[in-house]
């Protein structure tokens, strides 16, 4: 059985690999990890890369997010054999790390002015530019489906992801009517919700309202 280990909330970093295990029926479970704890089996050397999420097969521990989802995928039918399908994949995997790297100073930064700063340095010059990149990467897709390739895929779940991720309201700053500017993602979205064999999982309903 596939194992997760994270904190006891939902982030695509480890949503991602689970939704895909999920579309697929494929059993995994998910240990959730106090910060406490955390700390010090990370002191013991405990992870791979000192940092979570990290996945555990055949007794042996993974991390990375791209890594794990990528792997993921593959089990469930949600990557590709094509090599430039793999591609688009791998830049939507790629574009999902770097915008959650352009916005994590003003997550991490505990002085609420300081964060206010930043976030609005992240809303001014980041937001806009890295949904743009998304948004073109989306219009050169190839099938009549409102997905980034021909058929449902790993792209798919991860940009859905980050997307409800910035339209969650959650982060302070981030107007969640921001992607009506991008009227192709923003159907794309709206697509990836209407998709009974995704949203009938029982964790997108869990991501969805909590
Ligand atoms: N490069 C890693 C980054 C993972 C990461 O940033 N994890 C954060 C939580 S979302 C973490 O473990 N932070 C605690 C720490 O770095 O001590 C990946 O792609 O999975």
């Not at 897709?141 to 798919?156: H, Q, W």
Request: aromatic share 16%.
């Amino acid at each position: 059985m596939i194992t997760f280990l994270y904190f006891d909330f939902n982030f695509w970093r480890v949503d991602v690999p689970r939704l895909c295990l999920s579309f697929a029926n494929i059993q995994h479970r998910l240990k959730s990890i106090s910060r406490a704890d955390f700390i010090i089996q990370k002191k013991r050397g405990a992870f791979p890369f000192g940092q979570l999420p990290v996945m555990i097969v055949n007794k042996n521990m993974y991390g990375q997010t791209i890594a794990i989802s990528k792997y993921c995928a593959s089990l469930a039918s949600l990557y590709s054999e094509n090599k430039d399908e793999c591609l688009i994949i791998d830049q939507v995997l790629s574009w999902a790390n770097d915008i959650n790297s352009k916005i994590a100073p003003s997550i991490r930064e505990k002085n609420k002015v300081k964060q206010i700063k930043l976030r609005n340095k992240f809303v001014r010059n980041d937001l806009v530019t890295w949904f743009n990149y998304l948004e073109r990467i989306y219009e050169k897709r190839v099938g009549n489906e409102n997905f980034f390739l021909k058929k449902f895929s790993l792209a798919d779940i991860t940009a859905w992801r980050i997307i409800h991720w910035f339209k969650s309201g959650k982060l302070d700053l981030v107007n969640p009517d921001f992607l009506r500017k991008f009227r192709k993602l923003n159907t794309f979205y709206e697509s990836v919700n209407k998709y009974d064999a995704f949203n009938k999982i029982k964790l997108y309903q869990e991501i969805i309202t909590k």
